[in-house]
């Protein structure tokens, strides 16, 4: 234990004694980050040390009870608009980070008090070092009341950062970049090691914040400018520098949750009618097309690919934001915010994946997005990429025409119909809203579907009591085989709508074919 503790005290002494003199002659700036970053390339990697063993061990509860003292916040009492609260080392979090706070060019490290927050007991905070260091830190800013500082951005855990615009409360999260997400031996977790936070002016509505990203396959320097508000946007630059090629390298990666909800399975006992943080992902490409895929809790690990070359914008979107579809006062998952990215200069050729893993609970993030360019990284090239993350109610990005605000899924045939025409169908109803393009002539539905499947019954009516339009049909699916569909809606050769576009496995597909009175169905 001494050992481990003299490790983690002579890194982060190194560490700050680093990033006091990074500077030099010069004033700091992102071109220091930058180059630390490349250095740090051609050297081997060096896993980074661990926090007190102990504190791994301590539970949900007493992690909450460490908590940080307002008043001590960095800035506080300063007039300034941002304040920093870091974030306390233990249970998920036991990498430690070094911060400094750069001000007029120069580079001051933050230090670490234990009088800065409480503690379960007194015998706790005797076990904690007199250094330990932080996992991160929140910013806090007067996003509802002015003079009120409110937490709207947490960097903590890898290369995690969350955030929620005004109305919302916490869900989703973005990383600065994820590694080999979906294939074995496992997904790598490159770390943030090292946050310089420049002091902002007095009124100043922006942040900035640069960070060094360390991991076994790349390295890399960061830049975000973050400007909090009704939709809190965070502008991102990034330099990446490769110590070997990994297989998959996602770019603007986001992570969320979709336990269940509308056109899935409830879990038996459940009494709530859905729970996500995030229920879909939307897409926008460079030929004007913007498609929605409903997210799924699958039986088994899935990954979809959309080629998306110079993707115009992505990102996992809360479309649902009434509170009557959860009925949770706790979560408030009416609430959870939705992330769009948006590319700032020209990423190429590439594609968007999707990855959903099977979730027993509300408590497993489930879903990542991200995009990924189609050439291979190569050791000793320096890659750029420039875009913006906004955090907030689902308007941050909407298609300019229809869009699908609901889709569900059950047993084919209606009441009354005979048990031959359920076999193997299952039902789609797919409720599309918003503005539509005004027009003579009847609104129709384009449909499509694998040549495993067979589309019938298609209908499209005006939805009189929610607004919009109704789209319907029967699948006719084939065991054992996974099932994709897309649809929008057409007056005339006008297209109305995004396109709708779902997949669904035949593990999650069988459960939805029993039809009451059809045994075998």
Not at 301 to 325: I, T, Y
Not at 431 to 452: I, Y
Not at 475 to 498: H, S
């Amino acid at each position: 234990m001494r050992i481990a503790l003299f490790i983690l005290f002579a890194f982060l002494a190194t560490s700050l004694v680093a990033m006091h003199t990074a500077q030099g002659a010069a004033r700091f700036s992102f071109a220091h980050v930058i180059q630390e970053a490349r250095a740090a390339a051609l050297h081997a990697y060096v896993p980074p040390p661990r926090a007190p063993e102990f504190l791994s061990a301590i539970s949900y509860d007493q992690y909450q009870a460490i908590r940080f003292i307002p008043a001590n916040s960095l800035w506080h009492g300063s007039g300034r608009n941002f304040q920093v609260q870091p974030v306390p080392l233990g249970l998920y979090y036991m990498t430690p980070v070094a911060i400094a706070i750069v001000r007029n060019g120069s580079v001051q490290p933050l230090h670490f008090s234990k009088r800065d927050f409480t503690y379960p007991s007194g015998a706790f905070s005797r076990r904690l070092p007199r250094h330990p260091g932080y996992a991160g830190f929140k910013l806090t800013f007067p996003l509802t009341v002015p003079g009120i500082q409110n937490q709207f951005l947490v960097f903590a855990g890898a290369s995690y950062f969350r955030a929620v615009g005004r109305p919302n409360h916490f869900g989703l999260s973005a990383r600065a970049i994820a590694v080999d997400t979906a294939f074995p031996p496992g997904e790598q977790f490159p770390a943030f090691r090292k946050f310089w936070l420049l002091e902002p002016k007095h009124g100043a509505a922006s942040m900035t914040v640069y960070a060094l990203l360390d991991g076994s396959s790349v390295t890399g320097a960061y830049r975000f400018q973050i400007t909090p508000g009704g939709a809190t946007r965070i502008a991102v630059q990034a330099a990446l520098f490769f110590r070997k090629t990994p297989r998959v390298v996602g770019i603007a990666p986001l992570t969320s949750m979709f336990f269940f909800g509308a056109g899935t399975p409830r879990p038996a006992g459940e009494w709530r009618p859905a729970v996500h943080d995030s229920n879909g992902l939307q897409m926008e490409n460079g030929d004007g097309e913007w498609l929605w895929r409903p997210l799924l809790n699958p039986v088994h690990f899935l990954v979809s690919s959309f080629a998306l070359d110079d993707p115009v914008g992505f990102g996992l979107m809360q479309r649902e934001q009434r509170f009557s579809a959860y009925q949770d006062l706790g979560a408030r998952y009416d609430l959870r915010p939705s992330a769009w990215v948006v590319p700032a200069n020209h990423w190429g050729r590439g594609h968007i994946e999707l990855v959903e893993i099977p979730a027993s609970s509300e408590t497993m993030d489930n879903i990542v997005a991200y995009w990924v360019p189609r050439q291979p990284a190569q050791p000793g090239r320096e890659y750029r990429y420039a875009y913006r993350v906004l955090f907030g109610r689902a308007g941050v990005a909407r298609p300019p025409a229809g869009y699908v605000r609901h889709t569900f899924i059950g047993s084919g045939p209606n009441p009354g119909m005979p048990c031959d025409s359920a076999k193997n169908t299952l039902r789609f109803v797919v409720d599309f809203g918003g503005k539509f393009l005004p027009g003579r002539g009847t609104v129709h539905a384009a449909v499509s579907a694998d040549r495993s499947a067979r589309v019938s019954r298609v209908s499209v009516m005006r939805n009189r009591a929610a607004g919009g339009y109704r789209l319907s049909f029967l699948v006719r699916v084939q065991a054992e085989r996974p099932l994709e569909l897309r649809a929008f809606l057409q007056r005339g050769r006008n297209t109305l709508t995004e396109t709708w576009s779902y997949l669904l496995p035949w593990s999650n597909a069988r459960p939805l074919l029993q039809t009451p009175g059809c045994p075998g169905a």
